[in-house]
Each structure stands twice: as structure tokens, then as C-alpha cells.
């Protein structure tokens, strides 16, 4: 993946989101044109519903910004849609992500997925529940590390968190990660993780910058 067009062509094509496909960004990526895609409404997700992303993605330490997404009405919003293959060595910059709930910077929804040297900047915003700087929610065994966000997030409902949203649902494990970015939202909301938590190692978010003084939502 050396382009914005072979990144287009990867969001076009679900028969390569397949389990055993292996992808390699070897350039950064200026993605600011996406916010021409499909009459406005940007970026189309890796994975959804029917046909999750499988695929492994190795960013190279390369970055792809300007990721644009305006889609208010649709849930499960982000870069990935629905992971649950493995993800390493990539930064999206200065993204522009809106979308109705269970929206985020890097992955909305993520299943026996490995996310490991990732990050988010920008602005992710959510029209209903779950809204995460880097993730929404996770389910099985998920694994992220040395990851971050510095994205500003907001919400209109609850379950907002300035690295996950909802939070997890599965034995989910986050080592040496977090979340610098602010975060507002009507309800249920805190500095690092909206709602419900996985295991946390060596992980942290920035009372000031976020505007938070709890790490998880601590009930009413």
C-alpha cells in the first residue's frame, strides 16, 4: 500500500479482507481527498458487519492523514469498521471522523484483534452511544499496546472515552497506552475509557488536556 489509490482500492475490494492476506504501507499517505469520496461522505470503513477486515495491515511506521468521514446516520465509524486480524506500526494524523454511535479514530469494533505501535490524532465525533478516541468496543480476546490517541472526542449520549468508548465486552488487555485528548459528551464519559474497562498495564490519559479527572466512568 504505497498510495491513497491502493488504499481505495483496499476499502473497495471485501474479497481481500480476507483471514491470511498480508498488507505492507510502504509510504505516508495524504488521505485529505478522501472527503471527496462517495458525494461527501469520505472514507469507506475496512470491515463491517457482514465481512469483517481479517487481513493483517503493517503500517511500515508510516502515517496516513487527512482522513475524512462524515457519515451521522451509520454506526461503527472509524478507519477499521470491524477488525479482527492484526494491526501494527501505523499512525492516522489529523482525522476528521463523524458518525452516528459506536464510532472512533482507529477501529470501531474489534474481535480477537491485535493492535500493536498505533495511534490517532484529529477529531472523532459520535451522534449516539460509544464514541472512543482510538477504539469504540471490543469482544473475545483482544490485544492492544503501545498504542495512543491524542484525538479530541465527543459525544452526544453516553459511553464516550478519550481512548475507548463502550469499552469491552471479551478478555480484552491494554498495555502501555493512552489518551491526551478532550473529551465531552451528554453522559456516561471519562478521560480514558467511556464505559466498561478491559485489563489495564502501564496505562494513563492526561486529566488536563482531556478536561477529566476520572480514567473510567464512575457511575452517577
Same mark, same amino acid.
Not at 459520535?126 to 483482544?142: E, I, L, Y
Given at each position: 500500500?504505497?498510495?491513497?489509490?491502493?488504499?481505495?482500492?483496499?476499502?473497495?475490494?471485501?474479497?481481500?479482507?480476507?483471514?491470511?492476506?498480508?498488507?505492507?504501507?510502504?509510504?505516508?499517505?495524504?488521505?485529505?481527498?478522501?472527503?471527496?469520496?462517495?458525494?461527501?461522505?469520505?472514507?469507506?470503513?475496512?470491515?463491517?458487519?457482514?465481512?469483517?477486515?481479517?487481513?493483517?495491515?503493517?503500517?511500515?511506521?508510516?502515517?496516513?492523514?487527512?482522513?475524512?468521514?462524515?457519515?451521522?446516520?451509520?454506526?461503527?465509524?472509524?478507519?477499521?469498521?470491524?477488525?479482527?486480524?492484526?494491526?501494527?506500526?501505523?499512525?492516522?494524523?489529523?482525522?476528521?471522523?463523524?458518525?452516528?454511535?459506536?464510532?472512533?479514530?482507529?477501529?470501531?469494533?474489534?474481535?480477537?484483534?491485535?493492535?500493536?505501535?498505533?495511534?490517532?490524532?484529529?477529531?472523532?465525533?459520535? /451522534? !449516539?452511544?460509544?464514541? $472512543?478516541?482510538?477504539?469504540?468496543? @471490543?469482544? #473475545?480476546?483482544?490485544? *492492544?499496546? =503501545? +498504542? &495512543? %490517541?491524542?484525538?479530541?472526542?465527543?459525544?452526544? /449520549? !453516553?459511553?464516550?472515552? $478519550?481512548?475507548?468508548?463502550?469499552? @469491552?465486552? #471479551?478478555?480484552?488487555? *491494554?498495555? =502501555? +497506552? &493512552? %489518551?491526551?485528548?478532550?473529551?465531552?459528551?451528554?453522559?456516561?464519559?471519562?478521560?480514558?475509557?467511556?464505559?466498561?474497562?478491559?485489563?489495564?498495564?502501564?496505562?494513563?490519559?492526561?486529566?488536563?488536556?482531556?478536561?477529566?479527572?476520572?480514567?473510567?466512568?464512575?457511575?452517577?
Amino acid at each position: 500500500i504505497a498510495s491513497l489509490n491502493n488504499l481505495y482500492w483496499l476499502s473497495q475490494t471485501p474479497s481481500e479482507w480476507a483471514s491470511g492476506k498480508y498488507y505492507v504501507q510502504t509510504a505516508d499517505i495524504d488521505a485529505s481527498r478522501t472527503s471527496l469520496l462517495d458525494n461527501g461522505a469520505g472514507w469507506t470503513r475496512l470491515g463491517n458487519s457482514s465481512t469483517n477486515f481479517k487481513a493483517n495491515y503493517d503500517g511500515g511506521g508510516h502515517v496516513i492523514s487527512g482522513l475524512f468521514i462524515n457519515r451521522p446516520t451509520v454506526t461503527n465509524v472509524s478507519f477499521i469498521g470491524y477488525g479482527t486480524g492484526k494491526i501494527s506500526n501505523l499512525g492516522l494524523e489529523n482525522v476528521n471522523i463523524t458518525g452516528r454511535g459506536s464510532t472512533a479514530g482507529f477501529i470501531a469494533w474489534g474481535s480477537g484483534v491485535t493492535i500493536d505501535k498505533c495511534y490517532v490524532t484529529g477529531t472523532v465525533k459520535g /451522534n !449516539g452511544d460509544g464514541v $472512543g478516541g482510538f477504539m469504540n468496543r @471490543s469482544s #473475545g480476546t483482544v490485544s *492492544i499496546s =503501545n +498504542c &495512543y %490517541s491524542r484525538a479530541s472526542v465527543t459525544g452526544t /449520549n !453516553g459511553a464516550v472515552g $478519550g481512548f475507548l468508548g463502550y469499552g @469491552s465486552n #471479551g478478555s480484552a488487555t *491494554i498495555i =502501555n +497506552c &493512552y %489518551s491526551t485528548g478532550s473529551v465531552s459528551a451528554g453522559w456516561m464519559y471519562a478521560g480514558f475509557a467511556g464505559f466498561t474497562g478491559p485489563t489495564y498495564s502501564n496505562s494513563f490519559w492526561d486529566m488536563e488536556t482531556s478536561g477529566q479527572t476520572n480514567g473510567q466512568y464512575q457511575g452517577a
